[in-house]
């Protein structure tokens, strides 16, 4: 029972914190609403009869005051560049665990190569990426990869209906260009990771009916691609996104997400599609679901309740599929997923 459990969610009052928020009440959990902007926050807090603990990343005294009693937190504010560090010193300060919702793959692989020893040490968990791009392909992908110990490739397509970016995702995929330079981009490739400056390419990928083929952008890399490349044994890891989506996010123009039901999601649908290749043989997995950054909730406080629980199989730093069960965290979201685990395997793969 998570009752009277202190969960601390930095940037609480964005619009994936607010979802988050939203989850773990929702379960029974305390949210303690935490960030820099204290109308922001006091307002939001207000609203749901939270106690706000305002605290800026510049001053660890003020986020070790926002995690005090928690135990856990979870990291929504981003560009996750300026962030993670800081929140992830916090947590093992208060040796709670650490989650975040990052789909920036700087963020990310800095969070992998940089915080493992002392979390090992600390005995607790740190879960990067634990959302719909980083969390969901990889838990997909896992579930696909099933009893394999390797494979030569993974691949995971996303279709999205629209991209309406929020200012967050924008301004985490501008921070991302500055690091890594904004002609390069990355894939990883023979086990390595790739700076490349040609076109990335179009090409038709075909999703399981009643989507179909759809012209989608390839080495459209995103978290998946690290939180994949960490823990399964597979030289080739590549992620696509459908041409119109690209379009959308990158058009300055194109609206934030607008709530078009009761949960205030959008009426955006996704469908993520999984595909592991081994020696001529193929296993999928596929998820469909609504609204990207509000299906980022039940995955990150779907996690938090398994770390909370004891239901992990590592510490240190671990991404979804690593850490979880996969099959068995898919099917307990499937709420909020539809979703097929066994394409291929019915054909003998
Ligand atoms: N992996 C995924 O699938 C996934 C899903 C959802 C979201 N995300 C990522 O999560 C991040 C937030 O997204 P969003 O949709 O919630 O965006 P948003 O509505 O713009 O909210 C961003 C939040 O981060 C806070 N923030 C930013 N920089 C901060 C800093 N230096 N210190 C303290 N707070 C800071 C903002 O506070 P201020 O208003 O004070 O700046 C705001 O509360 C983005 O990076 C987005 O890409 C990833």
Same mark, same amino acid.
């Given at each position: 029972m998570a009752s009277q459990k202190?969960? &601390?969610?930095? /940037?609480?009052? @964005?619009? !994936? @914190?607010?979802?988050?928020? +939203?989850?773990? +009440?929702a379960r029974g959990y305390v949210p303690v609403p935490s960030g820099r902007h204290a109308q922001a926050l006091r307002e939001l807090a207000h609203d749901l009869g939270l106690e706000p603990r305002v605290a800026t990343v510049e001053d660890a005294d003020s986020l070790d005051r926002a995690l005090a009693g928690a135990v856990a937190v979870i990291n929504c504010a981003g560009p996750f560049a300026t962030t993670t560090g800081p929140l992830i010193d916090a947590a093992l300060r208060a040796k709670i665990p650490y989650l975040d919702v990052a789909a920036e793959l700087e963020a990310n692989l800095d969070t992998f190569a940089h915080?493992?020893?002392? &979390?090992?040490?600390? @005995? !607790?968990?740190?879960?990067? &990426?634990?959302?719909f791009f980083g969390g969901l392909g990889d838990l997909l992908a896992t579930a696909a990869m099933g009893d394999w110990p390797q494979a030569d490739e993974v691949h995971i397509? *996303? +279709?999205?209906s629209s991209w309406h970016? !929020?200012?967050? !995702?924008?301004l985490s995929g501008a921070v =991302?260009?500055?690091?890594? /330079?904004? %002609?390069?981009?990355?894939?990883y490739r023979a086990g390595q990771w790739e700076r490349r400056t040609d076109a990335a390419p179009t090409l038709t990928w075909t999703f399981p009916h009643p989507t179909?083929?759809?012209?989608?952008?390839?080495?459209f890399t995103m978290a998946d691609v690290v939180t994949v490349a960490h823990h399964l044994s597979v030289p080739d890891v590549t992620t696509y996104m459908t041409v119109e989506a690209v379009r959308d996010v990158a058009a300055p123009h194109t609206p934030a997400p607008a709530a078009t039901d009761p949960h205030g999601r959008s009426d955006q649908t996704?469908?993520?599609?999984?595909?592991?290749? =081994?020696? /001529?043989?193929e296993r999928r997995a596929t998820a469909r679901g609504q609204d990207i950054y509000a299906v980022t909730a039940p995955l990150v406080v779907e996690a938090l309740e398994r770390v909370l629980t004891g239901r992990t199989r590592c510490t240190g730093v671990a991404s979804a599929g690593e850490i979880f069960d996969a099959p068995d965290f898919l099917h307990a979201? =499937?709420? *909020?997923?539809?979703? %097929?685990?066994?394409? /291929?395997r019915s054909q003998g793969a």
């Open positions: 202190l969960v &601390a969610v930095f /940037g609480a009052y @964005g619009h !994936t @914190g607010r979802f988050v928020v +939203a989850e773990l +009440a915080h493992r020893e002392r &979390a090992h040490e600390a @005995g !607790t968990v740190i879960v990067p &990426a634990m959302a397509a *996303y +279709a999205l970016p !929020t200012a967050g !995702t924008r =991302s260009r500055e690091r890594r /330079g904004d %002609d390069v981009r990355l894939r179909g083929p759809r012209e989608v952008i390839g080495e996704f469908l993520v599609d999984a595909v592991v290749r =081994s020696g /001529g043989r979201l =499937s709420p *909020y997923l539809d979703l %097929d685990l066994d394409l /291929g």
